[in-house]
């Protein structure tokens, strides 16, 4: 993949590393192409500039002075306390860029302002973006969208819930959930090679797809099995998604392509017991979520619950975007970080320290404590992170070893 040549008014990239080659050769070669790697970093890019922005518009340059955290700063600014996380990505990219530094004192992280930031040049980074990928205007534009709706968040003006999956909102995620989108349809590829190939060794298999949104993951899942050949081995597959539009969208769409399998829609909420909504326990031998789980409010339960939906020997495989190193800004943080459903979670100093996406240490440490056997994580994301810190897509699957009903089963 690239690295970006750090430059305030320009976007420039390396050669392709030829040992990712290797490392990604059992997913399909045009998903992980040149196109989304440009792409990839650009996002990165194009989110630093969105930071130097914000913290303009949020009067943060004039307040870094003096060293300060972001609950310091959130107090200095009266912003709401909930948006100190969003402020610790802004800061973090500020320090990145070299504009800031930070230090660590115990379990606090303070920054400084090095220099004044430059102005950034958000129109020609945006369309440097659509020369690499005409596609990249689904991803760009939400970032643009969650962006001004910062102040409003920091404030609590309004809702940041309310305006991103409002009437502007929904058109533009529907557009970033889709599979034309490469830089966000990467993680349905990458969780569908992992989920197709634990399938294949089975005669005949039940699936449970978890928030499965507009349906493009479900979509990818199925032309998978469709190009091996095991479309006639689903016995029933249940996809769950608790927005009723989102699932009506899904039904739509997926019933006019495959008319004759056994497919099935229901809502599902994470957060309750399953058997009360209607799984049973060993019902499934598959149990697949793309970016889903790490929303869970209590993350273990959450896992704790797909093990018991599952056969005995059935596996749990997510796709999801994947923290290389731990506290790392990533750019999809952006658009996430602001709703209530990402940063209002039940945090955990093993598997998951703070709101957000995990690192692949943080995921293995979760399944384990799940009760999951032979977790793993595909690709190695572990040693792509040492020559692109900006691989970000990654499956994490384990399975389920103990019968449903064995009262000796782990339980979080």
Same mark, same amino acid.
């Not at 992992?194 to 990818?220: N, W």
């Not at 699932?247 to 769409?253: I, V, Y």
């Given at each position: 993949?690239n690295?970006?040549?750090?430059?305030?008014?320009?976007?420039?990239?390396?050669?392709s590393?030829?040992?990712?080659?290797?490392?990604?050769q059992q997913?399909?070669?045009?998903?992980?192409?040149e196109?989304l790697?440009?792409?990839?970093e650009l996002?990165?890019?194009y989110s630093i500039?969105?930071a130097?922005?914000l913290s303009?518009?949020l $009067?943060?340059?004039d307040?870094?002075g003096d060293?300060?955290?972001?609950?310091d700063?959130c107090?200095?600014l009266s912003?709401q306390p909930?948006?100190?996380f969003?402020?610790?990505w802004?800061?973090?990219?500020l320090?990145?860029s070299?504009?800031?530094?930070?230090?660590t004192d115990?379990n606090?992280?303070?920054?400084?302002?090095r220099?004044?930031p430059w102005?950034?040049?958000?129109?020609?980074?945006h369309?440097v973006g659509?020369t690499i990928d005409p596609?990249n205007?689904?991803?760009l534009d %939400?970032l643009?969208?969650a962006?001004?709706?910062?102040?409003a968040a920091?404030?609590?003006?309004?809702?940041?819930?309310?305006?991103?999956l409002g009437?502007?909102?929904?058109?533009?995620?529907?557009?970033y959930?889709? $599979?034309?989108?490469l830089?966000?349809?990467?993680n $349905?590829?990458?969780?569908?090679?992992?989920?197709a190939?634990?399938?294949s060794?089975?005669r005949?298999?039940?699936?449970?797809?978890?928030?499965?949104?507009?349906?493009s993951?479900?979509?990818?899942?199925?032309?998978l099995?469709?190009e091996?050949d095991?479309?006639?081995?689903?016995?029933? !597959? %249940?996809?769950?998604?608790?927005?009723a539009?989102?699932?009506?969208c899904?039904q739509?769409?997926?019933t006019?392509? !495959?008319?004759n399998?056994?497919?099935?829609?229901?809502?599902?909420?994470l957060?309750?017991?399953?058997?009360?909504?209607g799984i049973?326990s060993g019902?499934f031998?598959?149990v697949?979520?793309? $970016?889903?789980?790490?929303?869970s409010?209590?993350l273990?339960?959450?896992?704790n619950?797909?093990?018991?939906a599952l056969a005995?020997?059935?596996?749990?495989?997510?796709?999801?975007?994947?923290?290389?190193?731990?506290?790392?800004?990533?750019y999809?943080e952006?658009?996430?970080?602001?709703?209530d459903?990402?940063?209002n979670?039940?945090t955990?100093?093993?598997v998951r320290?703070n709101?957000?996406f %995990?690192?692949a240490?943080?995921w293995r440490r979760?399944? %384990?404590?799940?009760?999951?056997r032979h977790?793993k994580?595909?690709?190695?994301?572990?040693?792509?992170?040492?020559?692109?810190?900006?691989?970000?897509?990654?499956?994490?699957?384990g399975?389920n070893?103990v019968?449903?009903?064995?009262?000796?089963?782990?339980?979080?």
């Amino acid at each position: 993949m690239n690295a970006v040549l750090f430059d305030a008014h320009k976007f420039e990239t390396r050669p392709s590393d030829p040992r990712l080659a290797q490392w990604l050769q059992q997913f399909p070669p045009a998903v992980f192409s040149e196109r989304l790697y440009q792409s990839i970093e650009l996002m990165e890019r194009y989110s630093i500039e969105l930071a130097v922005d914000l913290s303009r518009q949020l $009067n943060l340059v004039d307040q870094l002075g003096d060293w300060r955290s972001a609950d310091d700063l959130c107090h200095l600014l009266s912003f709401q306390p909930r948006f100190k996380f969003a402020l610790r990505w802004i800061l973090e990219r500020l320090v990145e860029s070299g504009c800031a530094e930070a230090r660590t004192d115990g379990n606090i992280r303070a920054y400084r302002l090095r220099h004044a930031p430059w102005e950034p040049d958000l129109k020609s980074f945006h369309a440097v973006g659509l020369t690499i990928d005409p596609a990249n205007a689904a991803t760009l534009d %939400l970032l643009d969208h969650a962006a001004s709706l910062y102040r409003a968040a920091a404030t609590g003006q309004q809702s940041s819930d309310h305006n991103l999956l409002g009437p502007r909102g929904v058109p533009l995620w529907l557009n970033y959930f889709h $599979n034309d989108n490469l830089t966000y349809a990467v993680n $349905n590829w990458v969780g569908a090679v992992l989920a197709a190939d634990h399938l294949s060794i089975r005669r005949t298999f039940r699936i449970l797809e978890l928030g499965a949104g507009t349906g493009s993951a479900s979509e990818i899942l199925l032309q998978l099995l469709t190009e091996r050949d095991l479309l006639p081995r689903i016995e029933r !597959y %249940l996809i769950t998604e608790p927005n009723a539009y989102f699932r009506r969208c899904s039904q739509r769409k997926l019933t006019s392509h !495959y008319p004759n399998l056994p497919l099935e829609w229901a809502p599902l909420d994470l957060d309750l017991p399953w058997k009360t909504q209607g799984i049973t326990s060993g019902e499934f031998d598959l149990v697949y979520a793309v $970016n889903v789980m790490h929303i869970s409010k209590n993350l273990l339960f959450s896992l704790n619950e797909a093990r018991s939906a599952l056969a005995t020997d059935g596996w749990l495989v997510i796709g999801e975007c994947v923290r290389p190193y731990d506290n790392q800004p990533i750019y999809p943080e952006l658009m996430f970080q602001i709703l209530d459903s990402f940063t209002n979670v039940e945090t955990d100093p093993e598997v998951r320290p703070n709101p957000g996406f %995990l690192t692949a240490e943080q995921w293995r440490r979760a399944f %384990l404590r799940a009760g999951f056997r032979h977790a793993k994580i595909a690709p190695d994301i572990d040693r792509i992170r040492e020559i692109y810190p900006h691989f970000f897509t990654g499956a994490i699957s384990g399975q389920n070893t103990v019968p449903a009903n064995d009262p000796g089963s782990s339980r979080d």
